[in-house]
């Protein structure tokens, strides 16, 4: 996949559908009784990229403040999805032991893996800091990951919504109704090629996770230091 073309298809058809009203909000973001959880490989920017992406974050704020703007501690990459979240799953399902076996398993031989964020892109009910990858190495280790456990027996539900291919990071979801369409295009744009700043990934983190990665409602698993 060409990570630019599919950014840039993606910013193209969402920020004419803003424009044009047809939006999504995202109506269980303050569902109290939203028990959706799941377990997650991921990965978490630097500070100076999070100091970046609040630079980003509090021009929108200035014209919409009613949208969900992720805090610090909840910016991140999807490494893999392991179990995606749904209703009625717990720690108490799975033994956790087993799953950082294979994590470890898949991590031998992964190269250093850098990330460059450059520029934004958008879905319906999303702002998105778009990621890159400098080489193949977060491919090769999502492969493996896929290979390994599809090839035990744990529960996952590993590519089950869609094949992750990408390294962005949602950081505004649509809550309310858009206050001004235009203004927060004319804020996108103006960041759309924006150059948040390059990592080199020190540590992978496998959590409990609610949809949206609050950290409140994180369960720290294990750390895979690289």
Known sequence: MNLQEHYNELYKKSSEAILAGNYKLDSQINDKSDLRFGITLLIRPSETIKANILFFLNELKAIDPLQYYYPDSDIHITV??????YEGFSLNKITIADYVEIIKKSLIDVNEIKIKFQGITASPSALMIQGFPTDESLNNLRDKLR??????????????RYAISTAHSTVLRFQEKLQNPKQLIDVAEKFRDFDFGEFKVENIELVYNDWYQREENTIHLEDFNL
């Open 80 to 85: 893999m999805s392991i179990i995606s979240c």
């Open 147 to 160: 290979k390994n456990f599809k090839q035990s027996t744990l529960q996952q539900s590993i590519d089950s």
